[in-house]
């Protein structure tokens, strides 16, 4: 069979983010647990030149990219990757502590994030924005009779891996023929 000529993506399946490391490659993926959204949205900030009453031409600063990411529960090991910080557990058996701290000196570091749809033309889609900050807001909401919904927002910008496969992307769009899951990524040998 034939990869369509359009991807038909429907219904969010999985979102897995990972650290970078210094070489700009994903490390260990984390899975964002019950993926509720994964929103992007290429933009790109426009200078003007007018002259003569006119508009003469338009230069872009080059695009970047605004993601927002919904999911229900918490993942600690999930928000220590978006928000820096560490994860501890301590204890043993029925008496495991599991916590997430993070100091007024973490900051919040560069992270790589892979969603997938189920295609309604048969396959997958994955989407993958190679390095993000979640340098807009990471918020939880607690109320009552309600499961918590967490959401990370932020600026993706092109890759700084010298990786063949990564370098200078923004973000790719895969559409496979048949599902694949979110795999850790392969460096160039």
């Keep these: 069979m034939a990869i369509t000529r359009e991807a038909l993506p429907f219904g969010l399946r999985d979102v897995k983010i990972a650290p970078l490391l210094v070489t700009g490659l994903p490390g260990t993926l984390v899975d964002l647990p019950n993926a509720q959204e994964f929103e992007f949205t290429d933009t790109e900030e426009y200078t003007e030149l007018r002259g003569d009453d006119r508009l003469v031409a338009k230069r872009g600063a080059g695009s970047t990219?605004?993601?927002?990411?919904?999911?229900g529960g918490i993942s600690l090991?999930?928000?220590?990757v978006m928000a820096g910080g560490s994860v501890t557990i301590s204890g043993t058996g029925s008496d495991t502590t599991k916590r997430y701290r993070k100091l007024a000196t973490d900051n919040r570091p560069y992270f790589w994030v892979e969603g997938k749809a189920m295609s309604d033309s048969g396959g997958d889609f994955h989407a993958i924005l190679p390095r993000v900050i979640a340098d807009d807001s990471l918020e939880g909401t607690l109320?009552?009779?309600e499961f918590w919904i967490s959401q990370a927002s932020g600026t993706g910008l092109s890759s700084l891996s010298t990786d063949p496969k990564l370098l200078d992307v923004l973000y790719d769009f895969i559409q496979n023929e048949q599902a694949k899951d979110i795999v850790a990524f392969v460096p160039t040998p």
Excluded at 65 to 71: A, D, F, G, R, S
Excluded at 77 to 80: C, L, R, T, V
């Design 143 to 145: 109320s009552d009779g």
């Design 77 to 80: 090991e999930a928000y220590a």
């Design 65 to 71: 990219v605004e993601w927002t990411l919904n999911n």
